[in-house]
C-alpha cells in the first residue's frame, strides 16, 4: 500500500451483514501481511484476501477507480430506503479508526454531503416521520436534540419487552420537509462531542445514532393498516490507543469507547459463531433428511443439541451495543461500512478493521416487516381458511363415497367456520 501522509486518506470498505441483502458482486480487498504482524525476520510477503459486497476507494479524486459520495449513496443509501418502504427495520453503521472517514461516510461535509443527509433528502413519501439524535458518550447517552442546558441531559435506556431497548425521555420531532430534517441534524452535530486527538483535530469523541421512524398507511385485503419501519445511522467513535500525554478526560473518554467497541467486537464475533452453527446444522440436517430414516433420526438429535450451545451475547455490557441489540442480530436489515486509511502507519488499526468487518459479514439477521398485528392476525386466519377449503375440496374430489368422508369433512368444515367466525369478529374490532 501507498504510504501517504496521515489525514489525506481515504478508502471505505462497505460490508453488508445480513444475509438478505446479500451479495450483487464480491469485490476482494488484498491486505499484505508483512514480517511485523508475523513476527518473522525475513521480508516475505504474503497476502490475506477478504471480501466484501463492495468496496470503495476515495483517496484521490482524480483516479478512475475514484468513489463518490454520490455513489456510496447509490449503492448503500437506496437500499436502506428501499428496505424502510417496505417495512423493515434497517441499521446503516460506520466503523474503522480514528480519522479514517466515518463521519465523512455518514454526516460528510457543506460541499460533499454524506448518507445521512442523502437519505433525508431522498426520503420516503409519508406523511409522519419522526427524527431522534442521540449520542452515547463516556457509557452514558445524551440527546443531541435537547439544547446542552437543558435537563435532564442523561437518559435511561429501558428495555420494552416486545419493543426491545429504547431511550427513556429522548425527544422525538415530527418532520414534514429536507430543510427541517438538515436543521435538525446541523443542531445535532452542533452538539456532539468532539476533541482533539494525535490523529485528527475534530474526532468524535461519542457514537451518535440518527433515527427517522416512518408510519405508512397501506390497504391489505381491503383492510386499514399501518407498517412502522425504522432507519438507525450510526457514526461510532474511533478507536484511539490511551496515550500517557493525553489529559485524564481524553483517557477516560478512550477507555470507554474502548470498552463499548470491544464488547460490539464480541457480540458480532459471537453472533457470528451462532448463525455460522445454525447455517451448518441446517445443511447437515438437509443431508441428513435426504439419506435413510433411522441415521437421520440421530444425526438431527445430536444437531439440536449443538445448536442449544450457542453462545451468549453480552449486548447489555455497553450501552452501544444495548441499544444497537436489534440492528445486530434482530429484526433489522443491517449495512456496516468500514473505514479504512491507506497509510502504512495506519498498518495494524487497517488490518483489525477488515477482520472485525470480516466477522460481522457472518452475521445473519431475522429482519421482519413490521405490520399491524391485527391485520397480521386476519391475514393468517385468511390463509388457514384459503388453506383448509382446498383441502375439503380435494378430499371431496377423491371421496365419492359420503359416508367415508363424512368425518373428516366434519372437522374440516368445523375449523373453516370457526376461522371465519374469528376474522368477522377481528374485522368488528378494528
Ligand atoms: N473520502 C474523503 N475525501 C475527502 N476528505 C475526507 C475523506 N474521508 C475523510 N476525509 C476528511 O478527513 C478528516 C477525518 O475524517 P472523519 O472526521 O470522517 O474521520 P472519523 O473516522 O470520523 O474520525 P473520528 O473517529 O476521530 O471522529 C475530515 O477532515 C474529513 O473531512
Known amino acids: 500500500m501507498e504510504n501517504l501522509p496521515k489525514g ?34 525475513d521480508s516475505r510477503e504474503k497476502v490475506t484476501e477478504f471480501g466484501f459486497d463492495y468496496c470503495y476507494w476515495s483517496v484521490d479524486p482524480e483516479s478512475p477507480k475514484y468513489a463518490s459520495q454520490e455513489e456510496v449513496f447509490q449503492d448503500l443509501g437506496v437500499s436502506v430506503l428501499a428496505g424502510a418502504s417496505e417495512g423493515y427495520n434497517v441499521c446503516l453503521f460506520a466503523y474503522g479508526q480514528t480519522g479514517s472517514g466515518k463521519t465523512y461516510t455518514m454526516m460528510g461535509t457543506p460541499d460533499s454531503t454524506g448518507l445521512t443527509p442523502r437519505i433525508c433528502q431522498h426520503e420516503l413519501c409519508c406523511p409522519l416521520s419522526i427524527r431522534s439524535f442521540l449520542e452515547i458518550y463516556n457509557e452514558r447517552v445524551r440527546d443531541l436534540l435537547r439544547c446542552p442546558e437543558q435537563k435532564p441531559n442523561t437518559l435511561r435506556v429501558r428495555e420494552h419487552p416486545e419493543k426491545g431497548p429504547y431511550v427513556q425521555g429522548l425527544l422525538q420531532y415530527i418532520v414534514s420537509d ?50 412502522v419501519s425504522k432507519i438507525n445511522l450510526v457514526d461510532l467513535a474511533g478507536s484511539e490507543r ?5 489529559c485524564r478526560d481524553r483517557i477516560t473518554e478512550g477507555s470507554n469507547i474502548n470498552k463499548s467497541l470491544v464488547t460490539l467486537g464480541i457480540v458480532i464475533s459471537g453472533l457470528a459463531q451462532n448463525s455460522q452453527m445454525f447455517s451448518s446444522c441446517q445443511s447437515i440436517n438437509s443431508m441428513a433428511s435426504e439419506g435413510e430414516g433411522s441415521t437421520v433420526g440421530s444425526q438431527s438429535s445430536s444437531l439440536s443439541g449443538s445448536t442449544r450451545r450457542q453462545c451468549f451475547i453480552p449486548y447489555r455490557d455497553s450501552v452501544l451495543t444495548w441499544l444497537l441489540k436489534d440492528s445486530l442480530g434482530g429484526n433489522s436489515r443491517t449495512i456496516m461500512i468500514a473505514t479504512i486509511s491507506p497509510s502504512c502507519s495506519s498498518y495494524n488499526e487497517t488490518l483489525s478493521t477488515l477482520r472485525y468487518a470480516a466477522h460481522a459479514r457472518n452475521i445473519v439477521n431475522k429482519p ?32 365419492s363415497s359420503p359416508s367415508l368422508s363424512d368425518d373428516r369433512d366434519g372437522s374440516f368444515s368445523d375449523i373453516v367456520l370457526q376461522n371465519e367466525l374469528k376474522v368477522s369478529v377481528r374485522n368488528w374490532g378494528t
Open 178 to 227: 429536507y430543510k427541517q430534517a438538515v436543521k435538525l441534524l446541523e443542531m445535532g452535530i452542533g452538539n456532539r462531542m468532539t476533541a482533539t486527538t494525535h490523529m485528527h483535530d475534530a474526532s468524535s469523541r461519542s457514537h451518535a445514532i440518527f433515527s427517522i421512524q416512518y408510519t405508512q398507511a397501506i390497504l391489505e385485503n381491503n383492510l386499514p393498516s399501518e407498517i
Open 242 to 246: 490511551a496515550d500517557p500525554n493525553f
Open 8 to 41: 489525506t486518506l481515504i478508502a471505505f470498505i462497505a460490508v453488508h451483514v445480513n444475509v438478505v441483502l446479500k451479495l450483487i458482486h464480491r469485490p476482494l480487498v488484498f491486505f499484505q501481511l508483512d514480517g511485523r504482524l508475523n513476527g518473522h525476520a
Open 368 to 399: 421482519r416487516v413490521n405490520e399491524d398485528a391485527n391485520v397480521k392476525l386476519i391475514r393468517e386466519l385468511r390463509e388457514e381458511i384459503d388453506r383448509l377449503k382446498s383441502m375439503l375440496l380435494s378430499f371431496e374430489m377423491r371421496n
